[in-house]
């Protein structure tokens, strides 16, 4: 079975920066695109960020263009959001997912394993 762990959620301040972690078990981490979403409480789980198997094929949700920015280090089997600049908008669950499909898919729908999710929470 596919495992995702994520860390490095917490509280900053806005302008602040989080850098998040997803450890990923099961299969060859190669085989992966790995993409980023976030959910508010009582909103729809959103797409944030995606990095195709290749590592050359990525995408941003508009919101998050210019501040965000998502890597993978297929030596320790572990992707990365970086969020810099952050603010009271980007509060919200963050998770990581795999997904099997080519490019990087921005819907929740092909994905196929979840992360845990890990509070980020952006005070003004």
């Known amino acids: 079975q596919v495992h995702l762990v994520e860390s490095g959620g917490g509280l900053v301040q806005a302008g602040g920066s989080l850098r998040l972690s997803c450890v990923v078990s099961?299969?060859?981490?190669?085989?992966?695109?790995m993409g980023w979403f976030r959910q508010a409480p009582g909103k729809e789980r959103t797409f944030v960020a995606a990095?195709?198997?290749?590592?050359?094929?990525?995408a941003y949700a508009d919101s998050v263009k210019g501040r965000f920015t998502t890597s993978r280090d297929s030596a320790k089997n572990t992707a990365y959001l970086q969020m810099d600049s952050l603010e009271p908008e980007d509060t919200a669950v963050y998770y990581c997912?795999?997904?099997?499909?080519?490019?990087?898919?921005?819907?929740?729908?092909?994905?196929?394993?979840w992360g845990q999710g890990t509070q980020v929470t952006v005070s003004s």
């Open positions: 997912a795999a997904s099997a499909s080519a490019g990087a898919p921005i819907w929740p729908s092909e994905y196929t394993f």
């Open positions: 099961g299969r060859a981490f190669i085989h992966y695109t």
């Open positions: 990095l195709g198997r290749s590592a050359h094929e990525m």
